[in-house]
């Protein structure tokens, strides 16, 4: 089974950015999608960004134009480059990486916006 490893979160001001990555640790034949979600409290889970295999990205709403997903194949490896960041951008942000065999969650890391 593969595990997700997230990192990169912290406490940034409003304004700032932060780069968050998801390594995957183990076998991933044809990777189909990796997604970024994040959830802060009682809210819903919503979906920030997306990267399929082929490469395609897909973001929410509520960060085209300032987040940026992509990955690194060989260290198996993805990326959320967060810039401008707002004080609605604090959650817990969580990977998924689906492929062949294998829908992997990891365990999130806290993102926090504030002044």
């Known amino acids: 089974q593969v595990q997700l490893a997230e990192s990169g979160g912290g406490l940034v001001q409003p304004g700032g950015s932060l780069r968050l990555s998801c390594a995957a640790s183990?076998?991933?034949?044809?990777?189909?999608?990796v997604d970024w979600y994040r959830q802060a409290p009682g809210k819903q889970r919503e979906l920030v960004a997306r990267?399929?295999?082929?490469?395609?990205?897909n973001y929410g709403d509520s960060v085209k134009g300032r987040f940026t997903i992509s990955r690194d194949n060989a260290k198996n490896t993805v990326f959320l480059q967060m810039n401008s960041l707002k004080p609605e951008d604090t959650a817990t942000y969580y990977c998924?990486?689906?492929?062949?065999?294998?829908?992997?969650w990891g365990q999130g890391t806290q993102v926090t916006v504030s002044s």
């Open positions: 998924n990486w689906v492929a062949w065999g294998i829908d992997s």
């Open positions: 183990g076998s991933i034949f044809r990777t189909i999608k």
């Open positions: 990267i399929f295999g082929s490469g395609t990205t």
